[in-house]
């Protein structure tokens, strides 16, 4: 079983930057799309960032675009996602998810994702 363990997160001021590491086991991380996704209470996991197997194909939400940047080390069996400019409507706990069986897709939907990590609570105060 593939297991995913998110790091990095904690309490920040709103403008302040954070980052995410997402450590993987298992021989197929570096042929896997990675995610991001968050939730919120009371909201509905939403898709943040994924990328693809090599690093060069990458998927942002619109409200990330600009000030998030996700990014991957295969050699590390780690992904990270660097939070720049946050917001308090960025607070979430925040997940990392593998895809390893839909080759060349940089998915936005989680149920796309098979393995999950237990999440990271990013929590930014005004």
């Known amino acids: 079983q593939v297991q995913l363990v998110e790091s990095g997160g904690g309490l920040v001021q709103a403008g302040g930057s954070l980052r995410l590491s997402c450590a993987a086991s298992?021989?197929?991380?570096?042929?896997?799309?990675m995610g991001w996704f968050r939730q919120a209470p009371g909201k509905e996991r939403e898709f943040v960032a994924a990328i693809n197997w090599s690093g060069r194909s990458t998927n942002y939400a619109d409200s990330v675009k600009g000030r998030f940047t996700i990014s991957r080390d295969n050699a590390k069996n780690t992904m990270y996602l660097l939070m720049n400019s946050l917001e308090p409507e960025d607070t979430a706990v925040y997940s990392c998810a593998a895809d390893p069986r839909h080759f060349g897709v940089v998915s936005t939907t989680p149920r796309t994702y098979d393995y999950w990590g237990q999440g990271t609570q990013v929590t930014v105060s005004t």
């Open positions: 298992g021989r197929t991380f570096s042929t896997s799309t």
